[in-house]
């Protein structure tokens, strides 16, 4: 049973497709809808974040991967790339890489070694001071 809000719901999908193909075609990227495939999100290119002279994408559609860590076969739904693209801000270049569990782990990796780079240039800085001490002594 489709209750009415899940009707509301998908006649709004759709009004955003359209308006979405709209801007696009006013924009001038696309020449008409027929180039959006029928299974792809069109993209509001106002809200991702440009990255030089790179392409941005002009839809999303969804994108099988393999991790580049555990090679474990992933897919990048359209809906994850809208987020991403646009509500997180990605860099319109880049693009999945790894799966979910090899990104929390990279992200856990690199927040260590940032922690370690800290510490380290902390105890550089302690170490300076005091050899500038120990200087004015002499
Ligand atoms: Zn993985």
Redesign the pocket.
């Known amino acids: 049973m489709t209750t009415r809000k899940e009707k509301k719901h998908t006649r709004d999908l759709h009004q955003q497709r359209e308006s979405r193909i709209a801007r696009l075609v006013e924009a001038g990227r696309i020449k008409s809808a027929a180039e959006i495939p029928e299974d792809a999100l069109p993209a509001a290119l106002e809200l991702q974040t440009p990255q030089g002279t790179w392409s941005p994408p002009l839809f999303y559609r969804d994108i099988s991967f393999h991790?580049?860590?555990?090679?474990?076969h992933?897919v990048w739904s359209a809906t994850q790339q809208r987020w991403y693209y646009e509500i997180a801000k990605g860099p319109v270049q880049a693009t999945a890489k790894?799966?979910?569990?090899?990104?929390k782990k990279h992200k856990e990796e690199t927040l260590r070694q940032r922690e370690l780079l800290r510490l380290h240039r902390e105890k550089k800085a302690a170490g300076k001071t005091m050899g500038t001490k120990e200087k004015m002594r002499k």
Request: charged share 45%; proline share 0%.
């Open positions: 991790c580049k860590d555990c090679g474990k992933e790894r799966c979910g569990a090899c990104r």
